[in-house]
């Protein structure tokens, strides 16, 4: 009791664990016993491993943003055009729709994405302003929209597809398209490693309610 206030039990207090495959919650175990898979109470480490890959992802965005991700060669020259240089490229033909979504999903979506879950990551190791419904939503957002950070590097594969004229003209991947797919990979594994159960460790029970 909290005054005149029940404090809830929660499943760990009273020796349960919940499948994150299933949902079953049952007693503490190595498989679960509906579906087989493996059961955890909390992810080991996953505070440890949703920095690291988290700093990897924020190293090979840099290069992503620096180096060409676009290589168009034709008879008399051959140009190479960054992230950044391929937006303003779209933008001064008119491409303003195509240009937006490259800008969203290049550069608003990942840098969203960086800060969203180093917030996450801090919210669970010390006080942080969001509460706990709040930063399990923002948890919930960083899953949905990762599954749109690839669309720059599927614009450089579908140009690189298309336009393979031998003879006139040919795109190809930049080395940028290889660092942004891997910053892309990394930070979906950081979203992946976080463990939403720790945002209600560390929320008073009593405010749970």
């Keep these: 009791m909290v005054g005149n206030r ?49 700093s990897a992802g924020m190293i090979t965005y840099i290069p992503a943003n620096i180096y060409p991700m676009l290589i168009t060669r034709t008879f008399f020259n051959e140009q190479e055009s960054s992230i950044i240089e391929g937006i303003i490229e779209l933008a001064d033909h008119g491409s ?18 960086f800060i969203a879950i180093a917030t996450l990551a801090i919210g669970v190791s010390r006080h942080a302003e969001l509460n706990s419904h709040a930063r399990l939503k923002l948890f919930e957002i960083v899953e949905f929209i990762g599954r749109w950070s690839m669309v720059d590097v599927f614009v450089v594969a579908i140009l690189a597809a298309l336009v393979q004229l031998n003879t006139l003209a040919a795109i190809h991947p930049g080395p940028a398209a290889v660092t942004f797919a891997l910053s892309v990979i990394f930070t979906m594994l950081a979203a992946q490693s976080f463990d939403p159960r720790l945002i209600w460790d560390k929320t008073p029970k009593e405010n749970t309610l």
């Design 96 to 113: 303003y729709g195509i240009s937006a979504i490259i800008l969203v999903a290049s550069i608003l979506i990942p840098i969203s994405k």
């Design 6 to 54: 029940t404090v809830p039990l929660t499943a760990r207090d009273a020796g349960l664990v919940g499948c994150t495959s299933c949902g079953l919650a049952q007693e503490a175990a190595q498989r679960c016993r509906r579906c087989g898979s493996r059961l955890q109470s909390r992810k080991y480490m996953s505070q440890q491993r949703v920095w690291a890959w988290l």
